[in-house]
């Protein structure tokens, strides 16, 4: 029987393997060296760095990182010692387009605009930017796309370039991979120059790495022309620069892509792919436990007051973003809390929508943006 190591912060994951495998769940800050030596494979989240350090004389033959994100994994020294790896690709883009939605019904509402009267430069168009992008579409606003790699492979007819794209965008969010070097290199792409040419009273938003952009860059430019900020992801996390916090309108603890669904996803992904590599029989499995929302089911009268009002309570009502944001600016120090200690959250797709109205007009838009509708 294989040993695998696990980050207990993983939710669902306890129960899916035992039948297979050794388990041993640890937090994150206590998986080094001396507990994965004997181990075959980890199941980790983006706060184990899985490098020499960590694998060197040590038994590993397979990491699955239940994240979206893999830049903690040291892919040359994988490589170069025989160890295999994968992540959840995917996993949580659901999750953060639902965060985007909240964050855009607060702005909107703050500045007293409708959806349709504002354009979105989406920069970085693939597992997430694509649904952001779907969303944006559906909601009336002009959508702006940069993706460099896609543009070289498809064409260049339905992406802008970077330049003209912050410089014709109300709001400005990113949804990049970390690439620390090559031509599509990320770090510090949102720098001063970046800030500088996004319309004087544009917003930034960053759900993707901290790094992506220069604290002191947008600190500058918050205190200048930008109208603000919404900031899920931080450099130097979990130290988070206090100036940037009270300067960004939203501000939140690295949990956009934090639903149920996405955690849910991500551990399916995870013991899949291990099943798959060491044989096990586990190849499809899913958690059949997620709590279904209090508030699953949203009655919606004929005075809703059209697409752009019934669509800003929905938004909220699945998640209020303000609330994740109102509890860090309080207590910065609990960064890492916040994260380990979430509280439940569901994606669109858990959320019924009875309508008075059976022809009314945003049903299907609705449908098509993720909530069930009848």
């Given at each position: 029987?294989?040993?695998?190591?696990?980050?207990?912060?993983?939710?669902?994951?306890?129960?899916?393997?035992?039948?297979?495998?050794?388990?041993?769940?640890?937090?994150?800050?206590?998986?080094?060296?001396?507990?994965?030596r004997d181990a075959d494979a980890l199941i980790v989240r983006t706060r184990t760095r899985c490098n020499e350090q960590l694998l060197r004389g040590s038994a590993v033959k397979y990491i699955a990182t239940a994240t979206i994100g893999f830049d903690h994994i040291d892919d040359d020294y994988c490589r170069a010692n025989g160890i295999s790896w994968s992540s959840a690709s995917g996993c949580n883009s659901g999750s953060v387009m639902q965060y985007m939605a909240s964050a855009l019904a607060c702005l909107t509402t703050r500045s007293r605009k409708k959806f349709e009267d504002l354009s979105i430069g989406i920069v970085g168009v693939g597992n997430v930017g694509k649904k952001v992008?779907?969303?944006?579409?559906?909601?009336?606003?002009?959508?702006?796309?940069?993706?460099?790699?896609r543009a070289r492979a498809e064409g260049s007819g339905s992406f802008a370039d970077l330049d003209d794209l912050l410089e014709d965008s109300d709001i400005v969010t990113m949804h990049v991979p970390l690439n620390r070097e090559g031509k599509d290199g990320t770090i510090h792409l949102a720098g001063k120059e970046f800030f500088l040419k996004i319309r004087r009273g544009g917003w930034f938003i960053n759900t993707s790495r901290g790094e992506v952009m220069n604290t002191g860059a947008l600190i500058g430019s918050l205190h200048g022309h930008l109208a603000g900020a919404v900031i899920d992801v931080w450099e130097n996390e979990p130290e988070i620069d206090r100036e940037l916090l009270h300067l960004a309108d939203l501000a939140t603890p690295h949990i956009a892509g934090?639903?149920?669904?996405?955690?849910?996803?991500?551990?399916?992904?995870?013991?899949?792919?291990?099943?798959?590599?060491?044989?096990?029989?586990?190849?499809?499995w899913y958690p059949g436990n997620i709590p279904e929302p209090a508030d699953g089911l949203v009655r919606i009268g004929k005075d809703h007051g059209g697409m752009d009002k019934l669509a800003r309570r929905l938004f909220m009502h699945s998640y209020n973003i303000e609330t994740?944001?109102?509890?860090?600016?309080?207590?910065?120090?609990?960064?890492?809390?916040?994260?380990?200690?979430?509280?439940?959250?569901?994606?669109?797709?858990?959320?019924?929508?009875?309508?008075?109205?059976p022809d009314d007009p945003c049903k299907e838009r609705l449908h098509e943006a993720g909530f069930r509708v009848k």
């Open positions: 029987m294989i040993k695998i190591v696990a980050d207990i912060n993983i939710p669902f994951l306890k129960g899916a393997l035992e039948d297979y495998a050794s388990i041993v769940y640890l937090p994150a800050r206590e998986i080094g060296p001396r507990q994965v992008e779907k969303l944006a579409r559906l909601l009336g606003m002009k959508v702006l796309l940069n993706d460099p790699p934090y639903s149920l669904d996405g955690k849910a996803n991500g551990a399916s992904q995870s013991v899949r792919a291990i099943s798959r590599f060491f044989g096990l029989g586990a190849g499809d994740d944001s109102t509890r860090l600016k309080a207590a910065p120090g609990k960064f890492e809390q916040f994260r380990d200690n979430y509280p439940p959250r569901r994606e669109f797709g858990a959320y019924i929508l009875a309508f008075n109205d």
